[in-house]
């Protein structure tokens, strides 16, 4: 998984194969270690790192006050293999920073916002 634009020296995932693993199988425990949005450091540039489960999505990306709600600046990457999840590190973002997810389809031209299920304040 590479970072967003401007990161693009960060590897970062939060997924090991097992947990993909058991997050197929339903017996992953503490996914919310690795879902949601989580305050970190990529290449010594604070931000926070991003991931949510979208299956059937075409594209993700995540809009905020910090890229004017434009879902074109901060995409996320599909995590490696096949089990729906979406990834990225999003330099600059801080706690308390509003964001949703921007999801398009791949069933159509369909695109929609999502609140963050695992977020921690609403």
Partial sequence: MR????????????????????????SHTRLCDHFGSHICTCDGERGTYFAVWAPAAASVSVIGDFNDWDAGVHPLHRCTGDAGIWEGFVPGVD????????????????????????????
């Fill in 95 to 122: 706690r308390g920073d509003r964001y949703k997810y921007h999801v398009a389809s791949t069933q159509d031209a369909y695109a929609s916002e999502r609140g963050d299920p695992f977020a921690r304040y609403w």
């Fill in 3 to 26: 970072g967003a634009p401007g990161n693009e020296g960060c590897d970062l995932t939060r997924f090991s194969a097992r947990d993909i693993d058991r997050f197929r199988h339903g």
